[in-house]
Nanobody
């Protein structure tokens, strides 16, 4: 069983920056795609940034140029550098990964429990 663990959330003023991290402890053999989702109150959870195992990244338009997703394959970690934060970025941020772990024969999709990011105006 793999439990993704996010950290780095908190309260920040509009225009500020924040860095989120996601750790994937456990007996991991390989990780394919990794991504960051967020869910604002009353909204559905949305994927807004993703990174493939080869480092290729994709973003939704609302975060392009402000957020940077990256990963450290050696440490099985995922990062999100957020800048020029806006009040509408306020949400619970979730880490997601497709993981092949010891004892399993296929990749399984795992989630973290989320970390709250609050941007004040």
């Amino acid at each position: 069983q793999v439990q993704l663990v996010e950290s780095g959330g908190g309260l920040v003023e509009a225009g500020g920056s924040l860095r989120l991290s996601c750790a994937a402890p456990g007996s991991i053999i390989s990780i394919k795609a990794m991504g960051w989702y967020r869910q604002a109150p009353g909204n559905e959870r949305e994927l807004f940034a993703a990174v493939a195992s080869d480092g290729n990244t994709n973003y939704v338009d609302s975060v392009k140029g402000r957020f940077t997703i990256s990963r450290d394959n050696a440490k099985n970690r995922l990062y999100l550098q957020m800048g020029s934060l806006k009040p509408e970025d306020t949400a619970v941020y979730y880490c997601n990964a497709e993981v092949l772990s010891s004892g399993n024969l296929r990749y399984i999709n795992y989630w973290g429990k989320g970390t709250l990011v609050t941007v004040s105006s």
